[in-house]
């Protein structure tokens, strides 16, 4: 069982659509890291969201952290095939060294 | 400025052989990790360092040793090899314990 479950695991849209994937967990956390990554590359950081409630915005990106520090959400609007990847979140609890991270959204944007 | 560089890309060992996976990075980060990545599990961490002569374990450290001999550079071994090893391997860096991770390019390893 993973730690953190992401939602949906794939995802296939046209270039123009909305869309949110999600990142969830019974566990809390005191921060949430959101990367992406393409392929044959490593995954490249996003956005860091440590405050329960935030929100942080990364140009047509919306990141969302849980009142509860158990979830967070990607939103991103007007998907470009730019956009396409693997989005990992990835999540530090309490006074843990490690990060835990998730299995990830793959994402495909057809032009 | 290469950041986190991993050798080799492409391995192809037979079960029971041994290999050294190199990590190397110039952004002179006190913290590195090993991660494998299989499809469906994301990222689990095998070993990390704290710092230079320091080692850890990780989630899935089992079949895997590591050594952290100088500050830039962080080894994972494999002493045999077994199928259950194909994976991608990551190395990251990072400055501190909450700063971001910088990850390397990855080597595709195949244990046949």
């Known amino acids: 069982t993973q730690l953190l479950e992401q939602s949906p695991q794939f995802l296939s849209i046209q270039e123009g659509e909305n869309l949110t994937v999600y990142c969830n967990s019974s566990?809390?956390?005191?921060?949430l890291q959101w990367y992406r990554q393409e392929p044959g590359e490593g995954p490249v950081l996003l956005v860091t969201v440590v405050t329960g409630g935030e929100v942080k915005k990364l140009k047509r990106l919306t990141f969302q952290f849980g009142d509860a520090r158990k979830d967070s959400s990607l939103h991103i609007t007007a998907a470009q095939p730019g956009d396409t990847g693997l989005y990992l979140c990835a999540g530090k609890r309490g006074s843990a060294r490690q990060l835990t991270f998730g299995s990830g959204t793959q994402l495909t944007v057809l032009p | 400025n290469a950041g986190v560089t991993q050798t080799p890309k492409f391995r192809v060992l037979k079960t029971g052989q041994s290999m050294t996976l190199l990590c190397a990075q110039d952004m002179n980060h006190e913290y590195m990790y090993w991660y494998r990545q299989d499809p469906g599990m994301g990222l689990r961490l095998i070993h990390y360092s704290v710092g230079e002569g320091t080692t850890a374990k990780g989630e899935v450290p089992d079949g895997y040793n590591v050594s952290r001999l100088k500050k830039q550079n962080f080894l994972l071994g494999l002493e045999s090899a077994a199928p259950s090893q194909t994976s991608v391997y990551f190395c990251a860096s990072s400055w501190a314990q909450e700063s971001p991770l910088h990850f390397g390019n990855g080597t595709r390893l195949t244990v046949t």
């Open positions: 566990s809390v956390f005191s921060s």
